[in-house]
């Protein structure tokens, strides 16, 4: 497995976006983040060392996926049970395929009942709603960002 075979896998599954994130970094959400989507896989594609993805477990599996070579607590997600791999030869493709099955319908299965109901839209309208939710987070996004500057510039005056 690797990081584009994972990511062709990845998108077969039900109602999956990615996005790029932090860096070099692909997460794969349960949802569209614009409509309160969660993620449950993110690969690191600049590696250097690191981990290569990281993955929801789960409190049932987390422990038991810890204590094989090469896979450990993902920092800042290992509170919320996820783990992390160092080489994608950690575990053969099968392995990979269930264990990241397993994570997306773990978190598919905790979205706010609001979130399941947009994904339940006809495509269209879902597709639609998306697009606007978008857009108006990035204006208030934008709008965020003036305020922050012009705070700044007002304390800089002072």
């Known amino acids: 497995m ?7 896998f990845l998108l ?3 109602h999956v976006c990615e996005t ?13 983040k614009a ?3 969660k993620m449950f896989c993110l690969v690191n594609l600049d590696a250097d060392g690191g981990a290569v993805i990281s993955f929801a477990a789960g409190q049932e599996r987390f422990y ?22 160092e080489s994608w030869g950690s575990l053969r493709n099968a392995e990979w395929e269930e ?16 979130t399941r109901d947009v994904l339940a839209m006809p495509v269209r309208a879902r597709e639609k709603l998306i697009r606007e939710r978008r ?20 304390k800089a005056k002072r």
């Open 99 to 114: 264990l990241l099955r397993a994570a997306h319908e773990m978190v598919f299965t905790k979205l706010p009942p609001r």
């Open 12 to 14: 077969t599954l039900p």
């Open 64 to 85: 038991e996926l810890v204590e094989r070579d090469g896979l450990s607590p993902a920092p800042y997600f290992a509170r919320i049970f996820w783990v992390a791999v």
């Open 135 to 154: 857009t108006l987070l990035e204006k208030r996004a934008a709008a965020e960002k003036n305020t922050k500057a012009a705070k700044k510039a007002a």
């Open 2 to 8: 690797d990081a584009e075979r994972v990511r062709e």
């Open 20 to 32: 790029r994130q932090w860096g070099e970094n692909l997460v794969f959400w349960a949802g569209d």
């Open 35 to 37: 409509i309160g989507g």
